[in-house]
């Protein structure tokens, strides 16, 4: 491209040539395979390493996605979370099923599971909650996460009426606040090549092969 000359969508390109994925790279687990993909990209030091999109569907069948951040990972799921009176809240409550994208553009990599959102309990809650920086457990207070405010001078006033009912005190959870905890039975993870034949593999969960060979993780190959 000469300098000066305009930039076109078309011709942005990069080409993946960091490695593949091979059969033989997989853990037969899908968590313990993200856990590992997961554990590299903080090791290589992306910035928040543990931001996913999450996307949900409205009771319209109007999707939309935005992104969070992981905070627990177990075989049990994968848990974030948030006001329950937000859209995505909303909505995980109509409808669970949804889906995660975990974007690691840097390692040439990404990751997708979808499967269904459960509120998680509120101890589990309380106990996260404790942990969260004061600013943000005041903010939880602030903020009528996704709904229309009347201005910035309005959000700041809210914070500071938080901060004032609370003092010097501890902060308590808000009872619209706390976790969903998804729990995937698909997962896709995708590794750049050259050329674009990049490397997918999909792991679904299989509970009636599991009774035949013990083996409730099926994993096929994708075309790129």
Known sequence: MQPNQPVTLASLREEYTLGGLDEADLEPDPFAMLQRWLDEAIRAGLYDPTGMVVSTVSATGRPSSRMVLLKGLSVEGLVFFTNYSSRKGEELAG???????????????????????????????????????????????????????????????????????????????????????????????????????????????????ARTDGQAWRIERLAP
């Open 95 to 209: 409808q669970g099923a949804c889906s995660v994208v975990f974007p690691w553009h840097p390692l040439q990599r990404q990751v997708r599971a979808e499967g269904v959102a459960t509120r998680i309990g509120d101890d589990e809650n309380d106990a996260y909650f404790a942990t969260r920086p004061r600013a943000s457990q005041l903010g939880a207070w602030a903020s009528p996460q996704s709904k229309v405010v009347e201005s910035r001078d309005k959000l700041d006033a809210r914070y500071a009426e938080a901060v004032a009912r609370f003092g010097d005190g501890p902060v308590e959870r808000p009872p619209y606040w706390g976790g969903f905890r998804i729990a995937p039975d698909t997962f896709e993870f995708w590794q750049g090549r050259r050329g674009r034949l990049h490397d997918r593999f999909r792991y679904r969960f299989s509970p009636t092969a």
